[in-house]
């Protein structure tokens, strides 16, 4: 038997296979049993007709929970950026100070420099000055009383 001659479109109902044999589950023989099944069917029926006819509810969320939600979503990127950008404002404040310490360190270098060029310059005039005498000190008195133009 097929399926479209268990099934009949008109009544919208399934039509089970009759047997000859008696007692199988496919043989309907009470018509007491067989009213109880037609009624309990078309109360399923009715009872989900009515269920999916029925006017539905439909739960919009409130305002207030919508405006909260993009507040702290709008709070949180600002938080975020703020730190962000607080952390980029340290990192340079940082390379500046780095900056201005390294200017300050070769400033002090260039400044010893300077001291210890003009301390050799005093000492090599210092030593300029013991060896370009003519005379040693005991003999000093003695050469201011030749006159410049005697040598001998």
């Known amino acids: 038997m097929s399926f479209d001659e ?3 479109r008109e009544k919208g109902e399934w039509k089970a296979p009759v047997t000859s044999r008696s007692g199988l589950a496919g043989e ?3 018509p007491e049993i067989e009213r109880l099944l037609g009624a309990f069917r078309l109360s399923v029926h009715a009872w989900s007709d009515a ?5 539905r509810q439909v739960e919009a969320a409130p305002v207030r929970i919508i405006w909260r939600r993009a ?3 709008t709070l ?3 938080l975020v950026a703020g730190g962000a950008g607080g952390g980029f404002f340290e990192y340079q404040h940082r390379q500046e ?6 200017a300050r360190d070769a400033e002090h270098q260039r400044q010893l420099m300077e001291d210890r060029a003009r301390e050799a310059e005093l000492e090599l005039a210092r030593v300029d000055q013991d060896v370009s005498r003519e ?3 005991a003999m000093e008195p003695l050469a201011q009383l030749m006159t410049p133009g ?3």
């Open 150 to 152: 005697e040598s001998h």
């Open 76 to 78: 949180g990127c600002v």
């Open 51 to 55: 269920v999916y006819q029925r006017p």
């Open 135 to 137: 005379v040693p000190d």
């Open 71 to 73: 507040a702290a979503w």
């Open 6 to 8: 268990q099934y009949s």
């Open 28 to 30: 309907r023989s009470d």
């Open 97 to 102: 100070q780095a900056r201005i310490a390294a």
